[in-house]
């Protein structure tokens, strides 16, 4: 197979997997904010931002174990539509990703090996 159209097929897929993985990562930022607002956590973007800035997901574990003292009052029908949609969105995103990933790597050890 030609290097060019090697080079292309892995730009492509690894494109895939990066923007699924930011789109990814906007979600679960947009239901952290739903949820701290809906708990009445003081500034909800602040643990938006805080849930995604995490390597490895220790973040996202501090605010699960944080919110527990604040009950889920103030969820309003609106937002339990928009946490679906966003929750169903993110598991697209992250089929997404992993395939994307998957194949990159394939193709690297097809393509290199």
């Known amino acids: 197979m ?3 159209i090697k080079i292309f097929i892995i730009v492509i897929v690894a494109t895939i997997a ?19 607002k809906a708990r009445g956590l003081k500034h909800p973007k602040f643990w938006g931002i805080f849930n995604i800035a995490g390597n490895n997901s220790s973040n996202i574990i501090l ?18 539509l928009l946490m679906k949609q966003y929750k169903r969105e ?15 790597l394939i193709c690297i050890v097809y393509f290199y090996a």
């Open 63 to 80: 605010y699960l174990i944080g919110r527990r003292k604040f009950p889920k009052d103030k969820l309003t029908s609106y937002d339990q």
């Open 2 to 4: 030609n290097e060019t």
């Open 18 to 36: 990066l923007a699924s993985g930011s789109l990814l990562a906007y979600f679960i930022y947009k239901m952290t904010i739903i949820d701290a």
């Open 90 to 104: 993110a598991s697209i995103s992250l089929i997404c990703h992993l395939c994307g990933t998957i194949i990159l």
